[in-house]
């Protein structure tokens, strides 16, 4: 779909930023907002392009870089980190190859940090795009990466 | 031995969240209709009379918060209600489960509260990374308009309500009222100098209620039992119960209703299944990151906004992380600084600059640094300063977990 015909369906009001901005997001295959996208947005919406960066730049769930077709999101909050986090984290970094804010050179996984995502009675936790895994280890993250890759 | 007291959850787990007719069958909107047959301003004083503080964290009366709403700004032609679903304080997790379990348990709760301040349209503002209680919640208010309980003269009265999700897009901050309404407008998530309160000149500039999902999911049992049947739980001044998220170091974490007043020993060992593997209590932090350390000798206090408050403590949003002994107060206090670092919005220079500077000393108490009790006095006045001159709570918080940790853990630090 073009970008134009996701603005359509949205009133040409700027409060309705962030759902524009997350619905063009999640058309793009690369899960990112590009310049034109902006530049189409600020139009739309009537706000300066100024503005609209300054909007896309604020909001974490926002990227303005190319991402992997499937965003991985682990959560780091005080709550993860008690319950070892930080081996899933080496153990993602270990499989995919890549560190934390970067993509695989297949262009399949993001690998972000995220802020607390409301998942602690299960933790550690991660999501990947809208899913959400807890009660994670090593075994359970290569069994999950490879669901993915076999789409 | 305590037990639960599922007031807000009784239909969690029991009903499909899905079906309106399950949230009916079990007396779902039969509080709206009673609501709708008292005139708006019987609903706010019944709210006052049962007492109930906003559950959000900072614990203000939810009736008195109505009562400025609907008297805000006579001459302005709208009202909004917000309903504040941003729940991203690190360790809460009880505003997802009521969203995703019983959703149209504050779906009711929100036109009872629109109806009282005669607010004719709200916006539910959820975090984007809560997907499902944005498609659960969507449901229940797609069911909603078809059964009449939103939408124009809802149950036939004279009453019209209008409600829409607008999901966020990653930011702590939005979950603070008046930068929830930045967002809302369409900006950046920066606060707004108050006052004016919301209650005045909020969203739009029109008077706006910000409230709470567990707030709201507290008002139809209010209204459909009243304020005595209310009261018989929790304390004088803290009535009604309070869902407690519990995580970290014990057998069964996971959000538990209870009435306020119980002590943390009792959440953790009647409720939580006890410390995790039978291990030792070191700590808890109440409240989440914007909250703070309490060590063993809290474990008998009474969990009551009051109480806790006398102790130098937080209630808070009811995040309970518990550590064990083995992990390091240290560990957890630096992640809460470095929360605060990527989350301040770098509109005011004590925030922006104080919550870096924090995160770096911190890493300096580990770098073999012989002044170490002198460089926990310069963080503490720093995260002081920082409180006194911030102008939203994100950078009057850092205070909280830092002064509790050194008040408690400061040998380990």
Redesign the interface.
């Known amino acids: 779909m073009s970008n134009q015909a996701i603005l359509n369906q949205f009133a040409p009001e700027q409060h309705n930023i962030l759902e524009v901005l997350h619905a063009i997001q999640d058309n793009h295959p690369q899960n990112y907002l590009t310049k034109d996208a902006l530049e189409e947005t600020a139009r739309y919406l009537g706000m300066t392009k100024s503005t609209v960066y300054g909007v896309a730049g604020y909001y974490t769930m926002f990227s303005l870089k190319p991402r992997g077709k499937h965003v991985i999101r682990v959560c780091v909050s005080p709550v993860c980190e008690i319950m070892k986090v930080n081996d899933v984290l080496l153990h993602l970094e270990k499989e995919l190859g890549v560190g934390q804010g970067e993509t695989t050179p297949c262009g399949l996984f993001t690998l972000e940090v995220s802020e607390c995502l409301g998942q602690c009675q299960e933790a550690p936790s991660m999501m990947i795009n809208e899913q959400v895994y807890n009660k994670l280890n090593a075994e359970k993250i290569s069994e999950i990466l490879n669901t993915y890759r076999a789409e | 031995m305590i037990q639960e007291t599922r007031v807000i959850l009784k239909n969690a787990g029991q009903n499909n969240p899905e079906s309106i007719e399950d949230y009916m069958a079990a007396g779902g909107y039969e509080a709206l209709r009673k609501a709708l047959s008292i005139k708006p301003a019987g609903i706010i004083d019944e709210l006052l009379e049962a007492g109930l503080r906003g559950r959000g964290g900072a614990g203000f009366s939810t009736g008195m918060k109505q009562q400025f709403t609907s008297k805000g700004c006579q001459d302005c032609p709208q009202r909004y209600v917000v309903v504040n679903a941003d729940?991203?304080?690190?360790?809460?997790?009880k505003d997802?489960v009521i969203m995703e379990e019983d959703p149209h348990l504050y779906l009711e709760g929100t036109i009872i509260a629109a109806y009282a301040i005669q607010a004719t349209k709200g916006y539910i503002y959820i975090?984007?990374?809560?997907?499902?209680s944005i498609y659960k919640t969507q449901k229940a208010i797609n069911d909603a308009y078809e059964k009449g309980f939103l939408g124009e003269s809802i149950m036939g009265s004279e009453f019209d309500f209008d409600v829409e999700i607008?999901?966020?897009?990653?930011?702590?901050l939005c979950g603070e009222e008046l930068t929830m309404l930045e967002?809302?407008?369409?900006?950046?998530?920066n606060p707004r100098i108050k006052p004016p309160f919301p209650a005045e000149k909020g969203l739009f500039g029109m008077p706006t209620l910000v409230n709470n999902v567990e707030t709201l999911a507290n008002i139809p049992v209010i209204i459909s039992r009243g304020k005595d049947w209310y009261r018989q739980y929790g304390t004088e001044r803290s009535p009604g119960t309070k869902i407690f998220?519990i995580?970290?170091?014990v057998n069964k974490?996971?959000?538990y209703e209870v009435e306020l007043g119980v002590t943390l020993r009792q959440l953790i060992d009647d409720l939580a299944g006890g410390m995790k593997d039978g291990k030792t209590f070191k700590a808890a932090?109440l409240g989440?990151?914007a909250g703070t350390f309490v060590d063993a000798g809290m474990l008998d206090e009474k969990m009551t906004y009051d109480n806790l408050r006398e102790k130098d403590a937080t209630l808070g949003s009811g995040?309970v992380?518990v550590?064990a002994e083995g992990?390091s107060v240290y560990?957890?206090l630096q992640?809460?600084l470095r929360?605060f670092r990527?989350?301040s919005?770098g509109k005011c220079v004590p925030c922006r600059v104080g919550t870096s500077l924090l995160v770096r000393k911190g890493v300096e108490l580990r770098n073999g640094n012989p002044g170490k009790m002198l460089m926990l006095q310069e963080m503490e006045k720093e995260a002081e300063l920082m409180a006194q001159t911030s102008l939203c709570p994100l950078g009057q918080s850092p205070i909280l977990p830092l002064k509790s940790a050194i008040r408690y853990f400061a040998k380990e630090l």
Request: glycine share 20%; hydrophobic share 20%; with cysteine.
């Open positions: 729940e991203g304080e690190p360790g809460t997790f997802r975090r984007g990374e809560y997907t499902d607008k999901p966020g897009a990653g930011s702590y967002s809302l407008e369409g900006k950046r998530g998220s995580s970290g170091q974490p996971g959000n932090l989440g990151a995040a992380i550590l992990d560990d957890i992640n809460c929360f990527h989350e919005c």
